[in-house]
């Protein structure tokens, strides 16, 4: 059992309920875009409980306010992320189109690429204008990440064939994937210290 310290947020402090909801809601919502699926629900689902039990062990034996809230928004924006390639990819899988591997590849690219660098992001965030080096990078990232899912679309054959069939999900969907990748940029910087990103 774990004992209480006097230092540690209140419950009404660590804003468990609202991770617990948010977690849950997007878990639940996504598993019924474009159509239900019980299997990306049982997925949903598994994620989102990590993430909360993760964020309760947090509570339960931290002190540091802010490490503790990085933790839980880490979980947050991975959800978030998760969640929101999912869409695109499954009407490509429900047309029976090959696209949705690259869609696959490209978001866990991503999120490998992200971690690996992530001092790189952490120092971009904490000084994301010190350099006209780092403005240059920020502007293309950005135009690559708006621009991706629209181009790996409309320049396949596959892509435009079901684009036209569900024109109003793809767009939908293409919009939720660039959110995805901005929020798997995001991610690593919440696993940095407090003290370790004042250190950068």
């Known amino acids: 059992m774990v004992s209480l310290d006097n230092n540690r947020l209140t419950f009404k402090e660590s ?5 617990i909801g948010f977690n849950l809601f997007f878990a639940s919502i996504s598993s019924a875009l ?12 598994t ?4 993430f909360i039990i993760q964020t309760v062990y947090a509570w339960l034996t931290m002190t540091d306010s802010k490490r503790y809230f990085s933790i839980m928004s880490y979980g947050m924006i991975f959800m978030m992320a998760f969640v929101g390639a999912q869409p695109i990819i499954r009407l ?11 869609f696959v590849v490209t978001w866990l690219l991503l999120f490998i690429v992200t971690h690996l660098s992530k001092w790189k992001i952490g120092k971009m965030f904490k ?7 780092g403005r240059i990078f920020h502007i293309l990232f950005l135009i690559v990440i708006i621009l991706l899912p629209f181009i790996m679309i409309f320049t396949s054959q596959e892509g435009t064939t079901i684009a036209e069939q569900y024109i109003e999900f793809m767009a939908m969907g ?13 991610l690593p910087a919440f696993l940095i210290k407090p003290e370790e990103m004042d250190s950068l």
Not at 15 to 19: I, M
Not at 127 to 133: L, M, R, T, V
């Open 15 to 19: 804003k468990l309920l609202s991770a």
């Open 47 to 50: 994620v989102a409980m990590f």
């Open 174 to 186: 293409a919009v939720a994937y660039i959110i995805s990748l901005f929020c798997l940029f995001m």
């Open 127 to 133: 000084d994301p204008f010190d350099s006209k080096g």
């Open 92 to 102: 490509l899988w429900i047309g029976e189109s090959h696209l949705w591997i690259l």
């Open 34 to 45: 474009p159509e239900w699926s019980t299997k990306f629900w049982l997925i949903n689902t």
